[in-house]
Nanobody, 126 residues
């Protein structure tokens, strides 16, 4: 298990940008796959993006269709941190954003990820 703490959420106008950060505890961060999910009011938690561990696959990235081309996930293993750069934000991006971790990118379902942060609120005004 790894402990995760998100930051960087806030209020932004449509078309603006935010960068979320997720700081992870532990010495083996580089061996974990990291992901971002989001949950809007009244909706289920959904996959946003993921990045594999920086091993054999060299940090492959995966995105939901709804954010492809607008969001970028990256990781800094020296800082035990994963980022989500969000550009061209839309009101429908409003949600609580959660960081997740697991030993591999096993899938895009919530149950595919073993460790979770507490979430950070992102609100996009129109």
């Amino acid at each position: 298990q790894v402990q995760l703490v998100e930051s960087g959420g806030g209020l932004v106008q449509a078309g603006g940008s935010l960068r979320l950060s997720c700081a992870a505890s532990g010495r083996t961060f580089s061996t974990y796959a990291m992901g971002w999910f989001r949950q809007a009011p009244g909706k289920e938690r959904e996959f946003v993006a993921a990045i594999s561990w920086s091993g054999w696959s060299g940090g492959s990235t995966y995105y939901a269709d709804s954010v492809e081309g607008r969001f970028t996930i990256s990781r800094d293993n020296a800082k035990n941190t994963v980022y989500l750069q969000m550009n061209s934000l839309k009101p429908e991006d409003t949600a609580v954003y959660y960081c997740a971790a697991d030993r591999d990118v096993r899938g895009r379902r919530v149950l595919d990820w073993g460790s979770w942060g507490q979430g950070t609120q992102v609100t996009v005004s129109s």
